[in-house]
């Protein structure tokens, strides 16, 4: 058999080593369309154009609109992401990275019975693996399942150690089952791993005030969470309490203001505003103090255990 090796100089049988060949001019695109690391509208564009300048087989298209949709949720456009992944899946039932991107959705609204089943079919697949067990361990912990959920985050750390996401969701579980040196050992993981995760700092604000740890480490933590996210709404409600320790009248009142922005009528927020309006002079606080008893009748209570006078 002959062998025929292409030099800079050799004109070779067949063309095989002729002329280079025109440069691809959606290869850019499609190396966007697959980089995650790429500003969000950067990728979607890239998408959009690779999706409409080729003729795509289906797993190729799957692909482009999977990338697409997680470029469109980092944006914040969760309706187009989820039609996005609801094609991809039409294309390719067996693209997982599409069938986890439309469960983490699913999960982030509830519908937590819908999204069972795709976290199902992709721990099947053996493929994204940490993802599938994480979002096992959402849909436990939201049915209150702390076990299973704990369970859940074991099996993402064990393929993903630094998955700093699943560090922080075990922590918030353990504290939820009072095992809050456990927790903080999580969220200092996490946070080693990833210093600003909000979630992260604003949990481990709530932990070191339950183990009674000096108010200048939970501060510290509940600033930065805020700094982080300041929509971030454990981290205002923990900074709110810390400043009302601190006798902090209106920056308790800004604190627990943001926080009733992100939820109205919340009767932690409204409380506790209640009391900064009340302590700092204004006596028409009362009236967000009343209002959150009728929710929570024994709010004053929990703000006194946790060091707060609240007249």
């Known amino acids: 058999m002959r062998r025929f090796i292409c030099t800079g100089a050799v004109l070779v049988m067949l063309g095989a080593c002729g002329a280079p060949a025109p440069a691809d001019p959606l290869a850019a695109a499609r190396a966007q369309c697959a980089d995650a690391a790429v500003e969000a509208p950067v990728q979607q564009s890239a998408c959009t154009t690779w999706l409409e300048g080729a003729a795509l087989s289906e797993a190729e298209r799957s692909a482009a609109l999977s990338h697409r949709a997680s470029a ?23 693209n997982i990275h599409a069938v986890l991107g439309r469960a983490s959705i699913l999960v982030d609204s509830g519908q937590l019975d819908a999204a069972e089943p795709l976290v199902r079919q992709a721990l099947q697949s053996g493929e994204y693996a940490e993802r599938a067990h994480f979002l096992q361990g959402l849909i436990a912990f939201q049915r209150g399942d702390r076990a299973g959920a704990i369970a859940a985050y074991d099996a993402a750390l064990a393929v993903a150690p630094r998955f700093a996401a699943a560090l922080a969701n075990r922590a918030r579980a353990r504290a939820q089952g009072g095992d809050y040196a456990a ?26 005030i339950a183990v009674g740890a000096e108010d200048a480490l ?46 109205p009528g919340n009767p932690t927020a409204l409380f506790g505003r209640g009391v900064a309006r009340r ?17 929570s009748p024994n709010i004053a209570r929990t703000f006194e255990q946790r060091g707060v006078r609240t007249f």
């Open 72 to 94: 469109r949720l980092r944006a914040g456009a969760i309706t187009p992401a989820l039609r996005d992944f609801e094609a991809a899946i039409a294309a390719d039932p067996a």
């Open 183 to 208: 927790a903080i050992t999580d969220y200092d993981a996490a946070l080693a791993v990833e210093p600003n995760l909000s979630a992260a700092l604003a949990g481990r604000c709530w932990a070191r």
């Open 218 to 263: 939970p501060r510290a933590d509940a600033d930065a969470a805020v700094d982080a996210d300041p929509n971030n709404f454990e981290g205002l409600l923990c900074r709110g309490l810390l400043q009302l320790r601190a006798e902090e009248w209106e920056g308790a009142r800004l604190s627990y203001d943001a926080a009733l922005a992100l939820q």
């Open 279 to 295: 302590r700092g002079g204004d006596r028409d606080g009362s009236d967000d103090m009343n209002q959150a008893r009728d929710f």
